[in-house]
């Protein structure tokens, strides 16, 4: 037995929340922006949800803003950003973050975290942070109450000390390391649970297959 729904018999708010529900865990960009000039130039710093890597040649990641947010507008005004990794050390921070401060008082300062330079973009890096992708605007793609922000990664600083070289000699950031925090549904949030690997099966090893 299913339960079949629609948004039209829920309404737009149930709907949401149910999809928030089933598309778990959602990785977090913890978005920190600047507002223009006009604006004071103020330091911005939220958590957003709705969050994947968008393209890999060039390298692009996109997060979702529902309705018009601070940080939207400070993209849109200044097309820079810096996704900055979402950790489990800082959860309350992160939580406190997504707070609807006025527009002119800064996160970082009312939370009590460290704006860091950014090596490219204005907007500042959370220094908490083990691992900061600075972007620069390449579309806003508006989709009903939401926008779709797409930003090119021009540069990524990561930890020293989140990094661990496999056995082939390569070194790539430990998830372990970085214990990123993910999104579920109504107020409840994740921790890095239990890991696994398997590797892809190519076709001409599948079972059945002969190489022909």
């Known amino acids: ?21 089933v598309v778990v865990p959602r990785p977090i960009a913890w978005v920190s922006t600047r507002s223009g000039s006009e604006d004071g130039g103020v330091d911005n710093l939220a958590p957003h949800s709705f969050f994947t890597v968008s393209c890999v040649d060039p390298p692009m990641v996109q997060f979702t803003s529902v309705g018009k947010k601070d ?6 005004q200044t097309r820079e950003f810096v996704v900055n990794l979402a950790g489990e050390p800082m959860f309350e921070k992160i939580n406190a973050t997504g707070t609807d401060f006025p527009a002119e008082i800064s996160e970082f300062a009312s939370v009590g975290l460290t704006p860091e330079p950014s090596a490219v973009v204005a907007p500042p ?10 972007c620069v605007l390449h579309a806003n793609i508006e989709l009903g109450n939401s926008t779709v922000v797409i930003g090119r990664v021009v540069h990524a600083a990561i930890s020293e000390d989140v990094f661990v070289t496999d056995e082939r000699g390569t070194s790539l950031p430990d998830v372990r390391r970085l214990a990123p925090l993910a999104r579920l549904g109504r107020n409840e949030w994740a921790r890095l649970g239990e890991i696994v690997d398997i590797t892809r099966i190519p076709y001409d090893r599948w079972p059945g297959h002969f190489g022909r």
């Open 1 to 21: 037995m299913r339960t079949d729904l629609t948004p039209e018999q829920m309404g737009v708010g149930p709907f949401y929340k149910l999809l928030t529900s």
């Open 71 to 76: 940080s939207l507008r400070n993209v849109s």
């Open 125 to 134: 890096r959370v220094a908490e942070s083990p691992v900061a992708l600075e």
